[in-house]
């Protein structure tokens, strides 16, 4: 199975950190949280990130462009269409099984 689309869920410092890898690796990339400051405070993190990177031409006009293009969502419904999941949300246990039980039905 060839691996495009990759769904985040949690968008901290983890989850910013593994979209903006990604998505700068070429995957498609959806970032989920249920906290829309925590996504917008996200967007701002990569969007920081790799411009830094871009000045320092570390990285290309498109990878940058791919990162700044990550799609956002606050709801678990997009995770159909990903070929991957990485789960990084707070290191909660009750959350972490609130999150997998949640991917689970979908």
Not at 26 to 43: F, N, R, S
Request: hydrophobic share 40%; glycine share 6%; charged share 25%.
């Amino acid at each position: 199975m060839e691996i495009k689309k990759i769904f985040v869920v949690g968008s901290g410092t983890m989850g910013n950190g593994i979209a903006q890898t990604a998505a700068v690796s070429g995957y498609g990339v959806t970032m989920m949280d249920i906290d829309p400051m925590a996504l917008e405070k996200a967007q701002q993190t990569i969007e920081k990130s790799v411009n830094k990177l871009f000045e320092k031409e570390r990285i290309s006009a498109e990878q940058r462009d791919a990162a700044l293009n990550v799609e956002t969502t606050m709801s678990m419904t997009a995770i159909g269409h990903a070929d991957f999941v990485i789960e990084a949300a707070t290191e909660n246990p009750e959350l972490k099984f609130k999150i997998f039980k949640e991917m689970d039905e979908q």
